[in-house]
Each structure stands twice: as structure tokens, then as C-alpha cells.
């Protein structure tokens, strides 16, 4: 009976989850050993120099695709004309789309399907000048978010 007693009071108590501990703020930490090309064990401050050498590799890669997105305009300025021009070349490409049935069905002549598809080329490709400059802009907003991420974790 003392036995069990005392073999309760010092077991200790295994958590609920890692799920639980994980919400409740606690951290995962896997201590795999880091290793040179040469198989030799990295002390634990060789390793922060490695990643830190790391991180600064990446900051220098992330700060080209922002210095890309320099003099552009904001994505809340692009987003509206984005879809505008979306838009546009959506009802380019149903009107083409209508004429080439209509040549089909011998209602329309060959001219009106190439004006038509004209004026699909002529959206599209407008609308491809704005994805572009939105594909830039949105791409620069990440790597700053990444930038400020890497700096906050690495003390850089």
C-alpha cells in the first residue's frame, strides 16, 4: 500500500498532448547534433554563427525582390484595377468566344472573329502589365515580412 502511495506522489505526470503544450505557448526543441563537412560535432555557438550567417544570406536575397518592387504602388491600388482589368478580359474572351461560335454556325464572317480576338489580345495583355506589377508588389510585402521575421529571430 506505501509503495503505491509513494510511487503516485513520484511518478510524474506526463501531459495531456503535445497539442495542448504546444497551444499553451511551450516550444519544440530537437537537439540533433550539427555537423562540418569534415563530420566534426559544431559547438552550440558555431551553430547560431552558421544559422546567422544563414539568415543573413536569405534578408540579402529577400531585400532584392523588395528593392524590385520600388517606386510601385501599393497593393491596395493595384487590387481595384486588377479586377477591372480582369473583368474586361473576361467579357473579351466570352465576346470571342461568342464570335467564333457564330462562325461556326455561319452567322458571323472570319473578320469579326479576328476583331474579336484582337480585342481579347489587347485586355489580356493589359491585364498582364497589372498582374505583373501586383505579382512584384505582393511578393515584396512577403519579403519584408520575412526580412522583419529573420531579424527579430536572429538578432541581426
Known amino acids: 500500500m506505501v ?3 509513494k ?3 513520484t511518478k510524474p505526470k506526463a501531459p495531456e498532448s503535445i497539442d495542448a503544450l504546444l497551444a499553451a505557448g511551450a516550444r519544440l526543441v530537437f537537439n540533433v547534433p550539427v555537423t ?3 563530420g566534426r560535432v559544431l559547438s552550440q555557438e558555431e551553430v547560431k554563427e552558421l544559422h546567422r550567417g544563414s539568415a543573413l544570406t536569405q534578408i540579402a536575397s529577400h531585400e532584392k525582390i523588395v528593392a524590385k518592387a520600388d517606386g510601385l504602388r501599393p497593393l491596395e491600388a493595384i487590387e481595384p484595377e486588377l479586377a477591372s482589368r480582369q473583368a474586361e478580359t473576361g467579357r473579351a474572351s466570352a465576346h470571342w ?3 467564333q461560335r457564330r462562325y461556326y454556325g455561319g452567322m ?3 473578320p469579326d472573329v479576328a ?5 481579347f489580345n489587347v485586355a489580356a495583355e493589359a491585364s498582364r502589365a497589372v498582374v505583373r506589377e ?3 508588389v505582393k511578393a515584396a510585402v ?3 515580412a520575412e526580412i522583419e521575421r529573420l531579424r527579430k529571430e536572429f538578432n541581426v
Not at 115 to 119: F, I, M, Y
Open 97 to 99: 468566344q461568342l464570335m
Open 3 to 5: 509503495k503505491q502511495l
Open 142 to 144: 512577403e519579403a519584408r
Open 7 to 9: 510511487s503516485k506522489l
Open 115 to 119: 476583331e474579336a480576338q484582337r480585342a
Open 36 to 38: 562540418d563537412e569534415k
Open 134 to 136: 501586383y505579382s512584384l
Open 108 to 110: 458571323a464572317e472570319m
